[in-house]
């Protein structure tokens, strides 16, 4: 089932897709643009990936991982589907990452490999912006490249797990303006879903809602004020987002 949440009215709704826009859990539809579009659930921690596709990793000049990359994210980093994104005035390259996003949905405490899956609620698609300008160091992502508020797009949907048929065959794609700039296959991430649990859990407790970014494969390229950035996931649905200005969010 996808399911997400929207705000509209003065109220906060769950919703579920429509062929004219959006079902609200009372039954009334609207369109997409007459509501606000919220993160698809109460979201916990977030575990974002770095250079967790090979290719993109080599696009940025990096050799394979010896354990994983992972950086924690702050919650006024979400926004929902056909939110806006801020590009600060001085920056010179910002770019999208198109990634899929695993919800936890059982406490786990070291899990094994083989047992990992069993505490994955669904999937989400996110959309993790960074801003190259401001990078120390590609092997610990700052607070200003990754934690920027509303600089991770997450929705439209919440999809059960069990809908999903084979979640390491999943086909990513970007769009900037409507042209294709990314493209990759969840078949190629260097520390599958499992081995990633696996990891976290070894040192850490996963908790119902919280979210692991998974990565991002190569195609980046800059986005400016006035872009529109789409990202689909196969069974995931369409995730769009548009970038703004300082002067669109008043602090010209």
């Known amino acids: 089932m996808m399911r997400g949440r929207v705000a509209y009215a003065g109220a906060i709704h769950e919703a579920y897709p429509d062929t004219n826009g959006v079902r609200l859990a009372d039954g009334r539809v609207r369109g997409e643009h007459e509501v606000v579009w919220l993160a698809p659930i109460e979201v916990g921690t977030i575990f974002a990936l770095g250079l967790n596709y090979a290719e993109h990793a080599k696009e940025l000049q990096f050799g394979k991982q010896e354990e994983p990359l992972v950086f924690l994210k702050g919650p006024r980093t979400v926004l929902g589907h056909r939110g806006v994104t801020r590009r600060p005035v001085d920056v010179t390259f910002m770019h999208y990452e198109c990634e899929l996003a695993v919800v936890i949905g059982q406490t786990a405490r070291n899990v094994t490999r083989e ?19 401001y990078l120390e160091n590609y092997y610990r992502p700052n607070l200003r490249v990754k934690n920027r508020d509303g600089g991770t797009v997450l929705g439209p949907w919440f999809v059960d797990a069990a809908d ?35 990891y976290l859990s070894s040192f850490m407790t996963l908790a119902p809602g919280d979210v692991i970014l998974t990565g991002t494969p190569e195609g980046i390229v800059n986005v400016n004020a006035g872009d529109e950035v789409v990202c689909e996931i196969d069974g995931l649905g369409r995730l769009v987002n548009t970038i703004a200005s300082d002067a669109d969010f008043g602090r010209a």
């Open 164 to 198: 999903i048929g084979d979640v390491t065959q999943l086909e990513l794609r970007t769009f900037v303006n409507g042209t294709r700039q990314q493209h990759g296959n969840t078949r190629d991430l260097v520390t599958d879903i499992p081995a990633l649990i696996e």
């Open 115 to 133: 047992n990992a899956m069993q505490h994955v609620a669904g999937y989400m698609i996110a959309n993790d912006y960074a801003i190259r300008d």
